[in-house]
């Protein structure tokens, strides 16, 4: 007797701590619950989508941004607890289109004809390898640009006129030629912060990147990839990267102690910068990046198909993606809009910082954002990057030989097909 | 009926009490344990929805893999630098504070629990700072003594050291506290008349401590050794925010096995099939190298 009640006990614990506990009530009332990572900056917005939706209730739930992966991942594995929206990052979002039959079709909920509204590249990022089902409307962009040090520029001789500077590098090869001559008359400095993201930016503005369109492995065979590779290798060689890990507090220190002078710059690295270099102020400025186009990071709001309620979702999703909701989140968080109906309107043309001698971000970022070309992502695009990034490393701290480590580059790669 | 019920009482009670363990245990314990043993058998992703079964092939391709071990070869040789100068220290923290005669020593206690009381997020934090190259105080100071600097993240042996020094840093106060605690329980009529015979303060830790707390020293070198070889948050954290965070640098220079699983259950295609071959097989290191500290331990002369 006393067994039993004691293992009920222990049931009743185990439930409670595994169950969402949501019971569906008899009333109209619908409660949607959103799940994402660091700041989305929809708050204040669900106050207002309440006004006019008086039966719905959100629920945010936000964690950090692997942790919050990694539960929307075991969530769809074990068919509960997911939210009823997930935010997906990019970087994970090739994993679910290769495999979509975990989230609701928005094609079937009415997403057809809001094709035009986004940028057509982050709507093909959501869209499965068969094209046929469209996981998740997009939310920000991270629209490209190249931040420089105008006060290492001048004592190299080179121009600090963020046009003049743009027209340098029209393409990455001049980019590389520009580091060798900022090298030769700066030498104990470096040109770039580390090799890695100038890697990914010219692999990731082909029209054909690491994967086909088929989701097959082309790293060997897609002449781009080694190119890129061959080009990277040069300007390592040539001593222009600081071989930097980002994410470390060397490469935070170092945006302030200016020991580089470029850095591939994503719209929400510019936050970064400003941030971690607050008495670096007026020294960074912003030019185009070479190839002229490029995106890196921004997420998409998707419904796992566990979620009850799709159609209030679908409709709460298709709000908040809406341009003039972007619109407000860029004004409130700096997320760089996906929708392209913005890059006319002036708070975004005439938005700039004075951090970086009050460059024409909104516009430096919106052009190179509507310049990038859909490519296809394949279900291992992060891991694939991770393996060539970890090959350059290996260059550049001198551990390896640039063939060695290319051709250790491709049997990971082969481990990843 | 009664003196039935009685009975029963006393026979059964005993096993009810202990009970609530062994339903926990085997829940979150047991289970767990047997479930990851199933599904390492099976080419199981958790980004598909079918699961193959494929035998001992996760196992086979685990043992073909140089990155394992060379996984493996990081975790021994950081738990050997953390946990070996760590026990040392503790054991001599602990005699220091074990004197009789020492001022606020309430307080020397409760500061060597401090670093423990620290989140590992806060230590690994400031120590990759304090190992910087650029701009880190560690290479502020060797510069300064005019030995150069050491780029501690890029290579193996720096990198192994950092890690270890951020264990050593929680874990030896704390260990230094649970070897006082059986320090106390040694009679003191030994120190006072090794003292009358002229030991000194090292000999009689040689002569009296280490041997009567040798059960102590056992329990602290396999817990150690335990939590040695399942180091996962010091090298991920010192790897920065970035792919080196999974893989332990860009030539896996400071991957442990931990890391290890992470980077194949939680990257890569989830893939949760190898993963969890990859625990079975760690647990089986684990204890392994438990069995043999225990032999090796058991070898410190006891008391007579």
């Known amino acids: 007797m006393r067994t039993s009640i004691l293992i009920a006990a222990v049931a009743v614990m185990i439930t409670a701590a595994c169950g969402g506990g949501e019971t569906p009530k008899g009333d109209e009332k619908i409660t949607l619950t959103i799940a994402g990572f660091g700041d989305f900056g929809f708050k204040p917005l669900y106050e207002e989508y309440k006004q006019t939706h ?17 539960n929307l991942i075991s969530h769809l594995a074990t068919g509960s607890g997911a939210a009823d929206i997930e935010a997906v990052e990019i970087g994970y979002l090739s994993s679910f289109t290769a495999t979509p039959n975990r989230f609701h079709n928005l094609l079937d909920l009415g997403a057809k004809d809001l094709e035009s509204t986004y940028l057509p590249w982050k709507w093909q990022q959501a869209l499965s390898t068969d094209k046929k089902t469209l996981i998740g409307l997009g939310t920000d962009v991270g629209g490209m640009a190249m931040c420089y040090r105008t006060d290492l520029f001048a004592k190299a001789g080179l ?18 030629a520009t580091g060798k001559r900022y090298k030769t008359a700066l030498p104990d400095s470096y040109f770039m912060e580390a090799s890695g993201n100038m890697y990914r930016a010219i692999v990731e503005q082909a029209p054909t990147g690491v994967y086909d369109d088929a989701d097959k492995l082309v790293v060997e065979t897609n002449p781009i990839v080694k190119q890129a590779w061959d080009l990277t290798v040069d300007a390592i060689s040539a001593g222009l990267s600081n071989r930097l890990t980002a994410w470390t507090p060397e490469w935070t220190a170092a945006f302030g102690q200016g020991t580089f002078a470029t850095i591939v710059c994503p719209a929400w690295m510019t936050s970064y910068i400003e941030n971690n270099a607050k008495d670096a102020a007026g020294k960074w400025d912003v030019a185009a990046v070479p190839g002229g186009a490029g995106s890196m990071g921004g997420s998409h709001l998707a419904l796992p198909k566990q979620g009850k309620h799709a159609k209030e979702a679908f409709e709460l999703i298709k709000w908040l993606t ?14 760089f809009p996906s929708t392209p109906s913005l890059y006319t309107d002036p708070d975004l043309t005439g938005f700039s910082k004075a951090f970086f001698n009050n460059a024409p971000i909104g516009k430096i970022f919106s052009e190179s954002a509507k310049a990038v070309k859909p490519q296809h992502q394949g279900p291992k695009q992060g891991d694939v990057f991770n393996a060539i990034g970890a090959g350059l490393g290996r260059i550049e701290q001198g551990k390896q030989k640039p063939d060695e480590a290319w051709a250790q580059v491709l049997a990971d790669a082969k481990k990843l097909a | 009926m ?20 062994f339903v926990l245990f085997g829940v979150f314990g047991l289970f767990p344990l047997g479930y990851t043993a199933y599904v390492s058998l099976f080419d199981w992703s958790l ?10 092939q996760n196992y086979a391709e685990l043992f073909k893999d140089p990155y394992f071990w060379n996984a493996l070869g990081n975790t021994v040789s950081i738990l050997i630098l953390s946990t070996v100068p760590q026990l040392v220290l503790a054991l001599v923290l602990a005699h220091l504070v074990n004197r009789p005669f020492i001022r606020g020593a309430a307080a020397w206690r409760l500061g060597l629990l401090l670093p423990n009381l620290t989140s590992v997020v806060a230590v690994v934090v400031i120590f990759s700072q304090l190992f910087g190259r650029d701009f880190g105080l560690i290479n502020a100071g060797l510069e300064a003594l005019g030995l ?11 990198s192994h050291v950092a890690i270890s020094v951020m264990i050593i840093w929680r874990w030896t106060g704390y260990n230094a506290l649970i070897f006082l605690a059986a320090m106390q329980a040694v009679p003191k009529e030994l120190y006072e008349s090794a003292t009358l015979d002229g030991a000194t303060s090292g000999q009689q830790l040689r002569s009296i401590t280490i041997p009567a707390i040798r059960p102590t020293i056992i329990f602290v070198v396999i817990v150690s050794t335990i939590y040695g070889l399942q180091i996962f ?9 970035g792919p080196n965070g999974i893989t332990g640098g860009s030539d896996r220079q400071f991957q442990t096995l931990t890391l290890y699983l992470y980077e194949h259950g939680f990257n890569k295609g989830f893939d949760f099939g190898y993963a969890s071959a990859t625990a079975w097989v760690m647990f089986g290191v684990i204890v392994l190298f438990a069995i043999g500290n225990f032999v090796l331990s058991k070898r410190i002369r006891g008391v007579k």
């Open chain 1, 159 to 176: 121009p600090t006129n963020r046009h003049e500077v743009s027209k340098l590098w029209p393409t990455w090869e001049q980019y590389v």
């Open chain 1, 322 to 335: 809406a341009p003039e909701q972007q619109k407000k989140v860029f004004k409130s968080t700096g997320n």
């Open chain 1, 54 to 70: 008086k039966n719905i209730e959100i629920q945010e739930r936000i964690s950090e941004y692997a942790a919050h992966h990694n």
């Open chain 2, 148 to 158: 150069g600097r050491i780029a501690w993240q890029e290579g193996t042996a720096s």
């Open chain 2, 233 to 241: 948050a010091e090298p991920q954290l010192f790897g920065g925010g």
């Open chain 2, 47 to 56: 980004l598909r929805d079918e699961h193959s079964y494929v035998g001992f």
């Open chain 2, 2 to 21: 009664r003196t039935w019920l009685y009975k029963v009482d006393t026979r059964v009670s005993p096993y009810l009490y202990i009970a609530p363990f």
